[in-house]
């Protein structure tokens, strides 16, 4: 399983999670509740959790092609989204918390 994050700072992170949502469940299952949210794309699953000046999004998908297209599909519209607030979402490895 490939897997990213990012952590985009925002003063609405809840607003952005739903937003982006409600536009990629357009034509994938979405869903949205309580800051959280979870976009299952076709090449993989995107979850959005909401953190106090944070949206944090996390991408996973079988192998690392689909992985480059979930990510590219929920940044650039996150980006699109909050253009006017200059939103960068920058992709990384997820942080194993293993000991």
């Known amino acids: 399983m490939a897997t990213a994050v990012a952590r985009v700072e925002t003063e609405s992170p809840e607003r952005y999670a739903k937003q982006l949502c409600e536009h990629l469940g357009r034509r994938s299952k979405s869903t ?17 959790h909401s953190e106090p000046g944070v949206l944090v999004l996390e991408a996973e998908a079988g192998n690392d092609a689909d992985l480059a297209v979930v990510t590219e599909v929920a940044g650039r519209h996150l980006e699109r989204f909050g253009r006017r607030n200059e939103l960068q979402v920058a992709w990384g490895p997820v942080e194993s918390t293993a000991e």
């Not at 309580?34 to 959005?48: K, S």
């Open 32 to 48: 949205f509740a309580d800051g959280d949210g979870t976009i299952e794309l076709t090449a993989g699953v995107v979850r959005l």
